[in-house]
């Protein structure tokens, strides 16, 4: 059974990376400033990990299925009503970025970084959102 002090905990997680991210990143710098991409990277990193967490530990306990990636779990939650297909889409999205920081798969994007940064940190609270309006 999941732990819903563990949870919350993380869902907390994800806001505060976004908060730090909203008050302390400054994305005009991300093209010169090693620290500053790195600071930007491996906060979307924990936040996006955070995501997985609480995604995964909902899937198991629901019993939504088994996936074979972490990317699934957001099309099973999809599956079971409690995200939108387009959020499940770009979490999906957010969890391959993170794949390929922590990995190195490749070379990260900086275009994709500033992305994230100015347009998508809302999708990371609507995510909170929707599982904390969990029955």
Partial sequence: MTDPALVAKKLALIKTCVQELRSLARPEALRTDVREQRFVEHTLQIAIQAALDVASHVV????????????????????????????????????????????????????????????????????????????
């Avoid at 990636?69 to 993170?98: C, K, Q, W």
């Avoid at 798969?105 to 995510?127: I, P, S, T």
């Fill in 60 to 135: 198991s306990d629901d019993r939504l299925g088994e996936p074979e990636t972490n990317r699934e779990l957001f099309g099973l939650l999809v599956n079971a009503g409690r995200l939108s297909p387009s959020l499940a889409a770009t979490l999906r999205d957010m969890a391959g970025f993170r794949n390929v920081v922590v990995h190195g798969y490749q070379d990260v994007d900086l275009g994709v970084v500033e992305d994230v940064l100015r347009n998508h940190l809302d999708d990371l609270l609507a995510f909170v959102t929707a599982i904390r309006r969990r029955p």
